[in-house]
């Protein structure tokens, strides 16, 4: 048993590997690096994660958000400042947001959808800059040949396992593909088309720049950027493969072995990193449970530049958007478009704008306006609960009983179940199922007080919680 599963985890590392190659030489030439910086960031990043980090299965590496963030830095300031960077965004993956991974388990479920709905997109519209050649999109014989072999390769990852579950079918597909396109002597575009990866063993080397004020006021903003993303990213990932393999992971560990894994990339020459969700989906669904499966994945990249080379730049890039392709529509929530009709109306608006945000801006903008959307739509609902029971009492004073919770968005409300112009001179306010939540609700019940006072009238409040009353007691305003 235990050898099926180190076999299971090899095989999908390996497939996984295949998968890394083409988005992280991507990734780079989008930052206008050298494609070799991406690799090794991708082993480097996707090795050490997986040793040490706290989520088995899931897959790190040269991700294309991180790609975006430091696109600037490098055209205007250089390489240098990048592995600087890299390093300083590290140590602060490591240090100051260690405890963002509690954080992200309040992501609310529609945000959740909304992230891996926008990645799908993202990751098929990716694909479709491989139809191109240059600036020129692919026509005629070409275009034919390509989304031929895209076919096949797609064919063959839903047709396999009907077949055989033994070896992983996104591999059988990049090979068989890959083996046809060579037999055949099929003239297609493939990934050594894209950049030639050939190299040696990175090498360490501290960035060479001054380390002064003036450098740190350009790259310090760079790197919170960097590691604000790279871990909401890495974060939302893990939640998503806690519940495809349905298991929990460590997001405290997994940030510190990430910063710690940016740190090496950014002393060996790599870019930074982060979770990558298409590559995790890829391992998972080639049967990659375990550590093995990231460091296999990692391992083989570096082989691939080392030693490889020559084989690896034959794989067709059709065979590779192929799987890329199946990757996108697993990823895809379609659960999500059934429960449009089923579920509150604030929650389907909540799923379209994160996944509309995400395709056309980025990920922390997409999840932070999700989450202000639902905050927003949860105070609006709490708000919307308060009310009061009133009764009068056999001595003539009137009791007001509310119920719910009163806070910033609820005050209006509250103070609108009250009539002090026309109440008895002597009123009581039941708090024993009204909670204050915050210094609004202070505020509230102070206005309603000087209300009464002004009407001359006595507004007596009891069965506070503890807890209300020192909120109470440290304003400075008498409950009794």
């Not at 969700?277 to 890829?282: D, N």
């Not at 994160?354 to 709490?382: E, P, R, S």
């Amino acid at each position: 048993m235990k050898s099926a599963r180190l076999r299971a985890d090899a095989l999908a590392g390996l497939t996984t590997s295949f998968a890394l190659l083409p988005e992280c030489i991507a990734f780079a030439l989008v930052a206008h690096l050298n494609p070799l910086m991406g690799l090794y960031g991708a082993f480097i990043i996707c090795t050490l994660t997986a040793l040490f980090g706290g989520r088995p299965g899931m897959v790190s590496g040269a991700a294309g958000s991180m790609a975006v963030v430091i696109i600037a830095l490098v055209v205007q300031h250089g390489v240098q400042y990048l592995l600087a960077t890299v390093l300083l965004g590290g140590l602060i993956m490591m240090a100051w947001l260690l405890r963002l991974g509690k954080l992200v388990r309040m992501v609310p479920h529609p945000v959740m959808l909304g992230f891996v709905n926008g990645l799908a997109i993202v990751i098929a519209l990716a694909q479709l800059e491989h139809f191109k050649q240059g600036e020129t999109w692919l026509s005629g014989d070409p275009l034919y040949l390509m989304a031929g072999l895209v076919a096949l390769t797609m064919a063959i990852v839903y047709l396999l396992p009907r077949l055989t579950r033994s070896v992983p079918p996104a591999l059988v597909a990049i090979l068989g593909v890959g083996l046809a396109v060579y037999l055949l002597g099929l003239s297609t575009r493939t990934l050594g088309d894209m950049a030639h990866i050939a190299g040696g063993l990175p090498a360490f080397a501290w960035p060479d720049l001054p380390w002064n004020l003036e450098t740190l006021q350009i790259v310090v903003p760079y790197a919170v950027i960097m590691a604000m993303v790279g871990l909401l990213e890495t974060l939302l990932t893990l939640n998503l493969t806690d519940e495809i393999t349905q298991s929990r992971g460590y997001p405290d560990r997994e940030c510190v072995a990430l910063g710690a894994a940016n740190i090496a990339s950014g002393l060996f020459g790599g870019m930074g990193g982060c979770a990558m969700i298409g590559q995790t989906v890829i391992n998972l669904s080639s049967g990659g449970r375990g550590r093995l499966s990231g460091v296999v994945a990692g391992v083989m990249v570096l082989l691939f530049v080392l030693f490889l080379s020559p084989l690896i730049e034959r794989i067709p890039l059709a065979a590779l958007v192929g799987v890329m392709f199946v990757v996108a529509q697993q990823t895809f929530a379609w659960a999500s478009l059934r429960v449009i009709n089923k579920v509150p109306k604030n929650d389907v608006l909540v799923i379209i704008a994160v996944t509309v945000i995400t395709v056309f801006t980025d990920l922390a903008v997409a999840v932070l306006c999700g989450i202000v959307i639902a905050a927003l739509n949860f105070a609006w609902q709490q708000a919307r609960e308060l009310y009061a029971d009133t009764h009068q009492e056999a001595d003539g004073s009137k009791l007001y009983r509310l119920h719910g919770t009163l806070f910033f968005a609820s005050t209006t409300p509250f103070l609108n179940q009250f009539d002090p112009a026309n109440d008895p001179a002597q009123v009581t306010l039941d708090c024993r199922h009204l909670s204050f939540v915050d210094y609004s609700a202070v505020a509230a019940l102070k206005t309603l007080r000087e209300r009464y006072s002004k009407a001359g009238k006595h507004l007596r409040v009891f069965h506070l919680s503890e807890r209300c009353k020192q909120m109470l007691k440290r304003a400075g305003v008498h409950h009794d």
